[in-house]
């Protein structure tokens, strides 16, 4: 059995250098809010939750990797 040479897909760069940049995006979120722990610690609980909502899922997670994911992927920023 051969490989059919149109269906041969050559491995892309952007992949590893997109998953090294997650790495990176989460270590620099975790020493951000480590950084910012005495600070959220003084705060209610009621009102940490959201801190560490928008901190986690909005500024990690939505904003820079709904981009960073769909360049991997296409090679395009939108």
Do not use: F, N
């Not at 986690?56 to 990797?65: D, H, S």
């Amino acid at each position: 059995m051969s490989i059919d040479p149109r269906h041969y897909h050559q491995p892309s760069w952007r992949k590893p250098v997109g998953m090294l940049t997650i790495v990176g995006l989460i270590i620099a979120w975790a020493v951000l809010v480590g950084s910012l722990s005495p600070w959220i610690g003084t705060l209610p609980v009621w009102a940490q939750v959201p801190v560490y909502v928008v901190l986690g899922i909005v500024w990690i997670w939505i904003l820079p990797l709904k981009r960073l994911l769909a360049w991997m992927e296409t090679g395009r920023w939108r």
